[in-house]
């Protein structure tokens, strides 16, 4: 890991109850380490998480979100992460549209077998959001410290 | 304000060892709501436990937080441990901070300040947490299963020998389905008859079974454990509890020309008909579209010869009612119309065959007595072409056949072309097919059998065209392995037509608000770990219905079925998650977003009236969300756009309360 | 092709009332200024005679008001509808706002309707009256001036990019049927997308900073029909009126828009309304193109009881992943 140490993004990452939050605990059974940025809110399913949760993260000064889900054609529920899949395509091109950098924003599927690919997923999301540098764009000012 | 208390678990070393736990307690006790914090070395074990329930006592804590391993671990005892202590369950939230914090980081500095935020964002959410109560709801200790064919039979069978009663609606006007019509079974070869009619008996005789023959579901309201079904029991103009079955009335019937759907048409039956000797129940029917009687008033032979004085001409159609805890769906199949297929020239010579119709040709109760004789001239074929994949795996033909393999042509066709050649030596099968594909136990063994003991000529590659030419079929074929053009003079083709679900599986599925992938299978709650059972509650697959099946997948699939529905009706109540949707009647605009995504169907709408300003009242359309079929996915949530729709547990701003917590 | 009239629309309206068909009207009502058209309900030949207008500012879509209107008595109510009207109208209708058989739809041609924006941008303030020619407008202000402009220059917005002259629903169509217009209505939204993130940041801020958080983008949008919005709701936590800083009008735009994603006709009214002139309609519209891109040719409105695309989904839909960069 090389993320500049003065510079710590603050990550948001909400997890289906089911895969990717199972998938987050597998790494930690595996002591696969990710940043310490990176905080867990756990959700039923995907397409429980609104865009305004998103906003709101942004709002209260995230530096980047990322939503987990089971992969397509896994939902616990069967058809969950499809609605997800729409709904966050539209919102992430609506985001870019207003000029966010598109990288602060992402969707990955891991399964609750995939630890390995939870860390990674975390180390690479932290790695490329540090590189941005700060969220100016999104956040409220008065919602800083 | 709630009164919360936590508690940090150090999991021994495994927490312990990377976050200062009591430097997360002490920063947590400063929280809003937190009048209670502190560390213990296990806090799941019995002295944890017991910490946790007298703090719950003598601080009168209205929350919990337990920083400790991930609530997938521990959620439950933590619940149960607070229950204990007269604390409602769901005011516990837990903060994974093992698997998600103490395990992955080495350095005591970061996992301290990621468990103090993680702590944070719990206390956060259970600040506004609510007591949830699980609804209860009785359970109807009766099933009712759509279809009576093998899957339905087995179903059936297999619930009412668990003591429960059983409905069968079955459309025709008698059970056993497709399987009645088929000659032999791959790959013993039994006949199907022999192995069919005995537990056709069986169920006419299961005191716990009744069958509703020649009816079909009508409506189907309610939900898991109380499900309210309409059938329709379509008149037949017998009564069906007098009627001996003797059949004397099938014979003295004048209508001679009614085409025999039992033998796809290739006789004829009378306008009073049973559709075999062992059909059961053992009752005829009148056709409406054929008698003589019903359609002019004049005739009334039938009535005349029965001397049990069964025949009713006034019957009307009669709509039952009945009250069901599960329902199982076994629709099952049918194969596709070929009429697209004209480069088959199923339409053109009567000589172009399917597989089932070849299937009545070679049975001993079919119309030719189970000789194997032209449909055209009644003359035995010499030389008969198998074709395989007609309209399955046409990925290319979507307009006219399906995408998906059909499954049980290959072994069936193995089996007519064996039995072809060990009856009729003189006679020269081919078998034009894509890929042979035989998973299954005995299955290959089977097919090598027809191409090694018995002659069967396989060849790997498709035929393009069928033409009849005089008394001939000029089959035009290429031999992809030979590299070369095939032109085989045949007296018989055979048309392996792909499998399609039942068209009344569509009207069926949206009755049980039951999901269906594109190709009206109906879909399963999950495709490995649950594959009995529909994604709506209480509604389970068996069968064809679900996919394409041979006779033993769908018998052991069928009593899957059963063994679920046997499990729910064993239990006297239902209990349902209380982490449900919920509808807020003031903000609902009854658009009708939620219901759409609901998986469950568990979203309907009710006219209320509603206060509205000036002392006027209006009458307004709003969600109603059914606790017990609710599953607490929350699609709905973020499909209202008024925010109406929120979830239990996991209502927004818990998650808002979270978010903030976090990025603070 | 014969013009509707002002008096047409009267004597249909009177018809209808005399014959007991409806029991009230929903027009359009003569204000203070020529160009100050509101919308009423009307009960009696008298007041329809008196104030009924209809002329180039009759810009307000209806289908909205039918909601509270239908909900006040039991007999119809009448309600002259323009093409792009009727796209709300069967969204609506979709969504079970109102009640079907509660309302007589008549719908009427549109040639475009007029921005007095524009008018007073080309002729300067103190405009008395605006009267209508072949082609053009002469408007005279209060010194007794006159002025020419041409249509095409004081065309509202939404009308210079109008995607249908055909109804798609009602019970009495009055004049000429039209056709569906293959307009240019996304060569803004690509104009944008083809800036850089910068620029397109800078262009937002610029024009969202604008906002006031007056809510008249919501409260005219026959979408936004929420029995109580989310930003007026405490428990939605997004009820925050501040405007001390740029982000809170992002937030609540970004909201208002998606929560319309793929339920909005582009009736346009959203920034006909807007007093700031901020380009609202960009945004909805970006959801429009984005959703026909994604996921096929999607109108709302066109049919009643279709489903809107963020309620449906199959099974090979993009990624998120790959609806973002796409050569922007």
Known sequence: MSINSEYKPKIVAFCCNWCSYAGADLAGSNRLAYPENVKIIRVPCSCRVNPMFILRAFQRGADGVILCGCHPGDCHYTSGNYYTRRRMALLFSMLEYLGIEKERTRVEWVSAAEGAKFAATMNDFTQTVAALGENKRLEDLRCKR | MQRIGVFVCWCGSNIAGTVDVKAVAEALRSEPGVVFSTDYQYMCSQAGQEIIKEAIKEHKLTGVVVCSCSPRMHEATFRKTAQAAGLNPYMVEIANIREQCSWIHKDMETGTQKAIILGRAAVAKVNLNAPLIPGQTPVTKRALVIGGGIAGIQTALDIAEAGFPVDIVEKKPTIGGKMAQIDKTFPTLDCAACILTPKMVDVAQNENIRIFSYSEVQEVKGFVGNFNVKIKKKARFVKEDVCTGCGICTEKCPQKKVPNEFNLGMDNRRAVYIPFAQAVPKVATIDADYCTMLKTGKCGLCAKVCTAGAIDYTQKDEIIEEQYGAIVAATGFNPISLDKFDEYAYNQSKDVITSLEFERLTNAAGPTAGKLLRPSDGKHPHTIVFVQCVGSRCAACADKGKEYCSKICCMYTAKHAMLTRDKYPDTDVYVFYIDVRTPGKNFDEFYRRAVEEYGVHYIKGMVGKVSPQGDKLMVQASDLLANKQLHIEADLVVLAAAIEPDKSARSIATMLTASMDTNDFFTEAHPKLRPVESPTAGVFLSGTCQGPKDIPETVSQASAAAAKVIGLLAKDKLTSNPCVAHADELMCNGCSSCANVCPYGAISYIDKEFRMPNRTTAIRRVASVNPAVCQGCGACTVACPSGAMDLNGFESAQIIAEVDAICR | ?328
């Open chain 3, 1 to 328: 092709m014969q013009k509707i009239t002002r008096e047409n629309l009267i004597n249909k309206a009177i018809e209808l009332l005399d014959n007991g068909t409806v029991s009230r009207v929903l027009g359009w009502k003569i204000g203070e200024f020529a160009y100050d058209v509101t919308p009423a309900v009307f009960t009696t030949k008298e007041d329809l005679q008196k104030d009924f207008i209809f002329d180039d500012f009759c810009n307000a879509n209806f289908s909205k008001y039918l909601i509270a209107e239908t909900r006040k008595a039991e007999e119809k109510v009448l309600v002259f509808l323009k093409p792009c009207d009727t796209y709300s109208f069967n969204q609506l209708l979709t969504e079970h706002r109102f009640s079907r058989e509660k309302v007589y739809a008549v719908g009427i041609p549109c040639e475009g309707m007029l921005d007095i924006g524009k008018i007073k941008a080309l002729a300067g303030e103190g405009i008395i009256d605006v009267i209508p020619g072949e082609g053009s407008i002469t408007v005279k202000n209060l010194y007794e001036e006159e002025k020419t402009l041409a249509y095409g220059d004081v065309l509202t917005e939404r009308c210079l990019s109008c995607k249908s002259k055909k109804h798609v629903v009602y019970d009495e169509l009055m004049g000429e049927e039209g056709d569906v217009i293959d307009s240019n209505r996304f060569d803004e939204v690509e104009k944008i997308e083809k800036m850089s993130a910068d620029e397109r940041f800078a262009f937002w801020q610029s024009q969202l900073s604008k906002c006031i958080r007056c809510n008249a983008c919501r409260d005219i949008c026959p979408a936004c029909t929420c029995e109580k919005c989310v930003f007026d709701n405490p428990k939605s936590s997004v009820n925050n009126k501040a405007i001390s800083d740029s982000f809170e009008e992002k937030m609540f735009h970004i909201i208002r828009a998606f929560h319309v994603a793929g339920r909005c006709t582009d009736c346009g009214e959203c920034s006909r309304v807007c007093p700031q002139g901020i380009p609202l309609h960009l945004l909805n519209r970006k959801f429009i193109k984005d959703i026909n891109s994604f996921y096929g040719d999607y109108q709302a409105g066109q049919e009643e009881g279709s489903r809107a695309p963020l309620i449906n989904y199959t099974f090979d839909d993009l990624e998120p992943g790959e609806a973002v960069g796409r050569g922007v």
